[in-house]
């Protein structure tokens, strides 16, 4: 059954407002709170720092997942093939660690820095830093010798300057019903995408947006069987286990990775979506039908210490069409 969030969280997308047409006062309180916040931090009556190195924030205008963090794994590989010493900053959202700033490193488990942290880590092979305090995390960053800072999904930590501003807007949802919270699902309103450097759709988009926008993909690119080394990647075909599967995904949109799955051929059986940054038990994966599981890299990350058989994780990398690539490297070049 869904619970309540994920229900407001449906109902914020439909392009119909209904019931959530209640709430519009205080979605119109909200969007006064968030002027507000904006206009401190530039008159200055709210510190900013100001990194000496370029900082480039990815992120969502909206609640739930975009696919920004695949955008992320692929600009920091972009980076350093092309002599960047890239470094990644996250907030670490469904984290907790002992200490700030957070160094993600080999032993670091999910559930100290989050589950995005340690997928980014394990992805990218650059050094990844969670913060709550942006600023804080950057200048580690910065200490460690990285001289261009990904801030992962930092476009509303206004503390934290930056060189350039990408959104990631997943093409099947767009902006939902057009409101901010808690009526519709933004976080700030629409018109903020007039203001950032460049839109960058997930996917076809299938309601139009106010401002222009570049598109990318997510392709799959191997399998891996959980709990084998990290480096061990099966080709996409064949399939290393025999269909149908049992396929779990607790991501922005599960019915996403859900329909990748179809598009490779896999024969789903029972499929169980669950919402964003759910933390499994291993009593809500063991099951006794003898199916194979199937789940995303990000939920996998969550599920290592578990003994889980005949599981198997689908990688995916995030593919921007070229004319972003030939702005991303004018942008870069600019910012030398």
């Known amino acids: 059954m869904k619970g309540l969030s994920e229900r407001w969280l449906e109902a914020a997308y439909c392009r119909r407002t209904g019931w959530l047409g209640l709430l519009t006062p205080l979605a ?7 002027k507000r916040r904006a206009n401190a931090y530039a008159t200055g009556r709210r510190e900013v720092w100001q990194a000496p190195v370029p900082v480039i924030v990815v992120g969502n205008l909206t609640l739930g997942g975009t ?20 470094g990644i900053l996250s907030r670490g959202y469904g984290g907790k660690a002992n200490t700030y700033p957070l160094l993600v490193e080999a032993d670091t488990s999910a559930a100290a820095c989050g589950d995005e942290p340690r997928m980014l880590a394990d992805q990218c092979g650059v050094p990844v830093v969670v913060d709550p305090d942006r600023p804080r995390g950057g200048r580690l960053l910065v200490e460690l010798g990285c001289d261009i800072v990904l801030s992962d999904d930092g476009l509303q930590h206004l503390a934290l300057a930056r060189s350039l501003e990408l959104v990631v807007i997943d093409g099947y949802r767009g902006l939902g019903n057009g409101h901010c919270l808690p009526a519709g699902p933004l976080r700030e309103p629409a018109e903020r995408l007039s203001s950032v450097d460049a839109v960058i759709v997930n996917g076809e988009l299938r309601h139009p947006l106010p401002v222009s926008s570049w598109q990318m993909t997510l392709k799959p690119a191997a399998w891996r069987s959980l ?13 290393p286990f025999t269909p149908p599967v049992r396929a779990v995904a607790a991501i922005g949109r599960p019915a996403r990775f ?13 499929a169980f979506g669950f919402a964003d940054h759910h933390r499994f038990s291993a009593n809500e994966l063991s099951y006794t039908d003898g199916l194979p599981l199937v789940m995303t890299a990000k939920d996998a990350v969550k599920c290592q210490a578990m003994a889980l ?28």
């Open 28 to 34: 119109s309180l909200y969007r006064y709170a968030v």
């Open 67 to 86: 696919g920004k963090s695949p955008l992320v794994a692929w600009l920091a590989r972009y980076l350093a093939e092309n002599g960047w010493r890239p």
């Open 227 to 239: 709990g084998g080394a990290a480096e061990k990647r099966l080709p996409l075909l064949p399939l």
């Open 258 to 270: 859900f329909e990748t799955l179809e598009s490779l051929g896999v024969e789903i059986g029972p």
């Open 309 to 336: 058989k005949n599981t198997w994780i689908l990688d995916v990398e995030a593919v921007p069409e070229p004319a972003f690539v030939a702005w991303i490297e004018q942008r870069l070049v600019e910012l030398q």
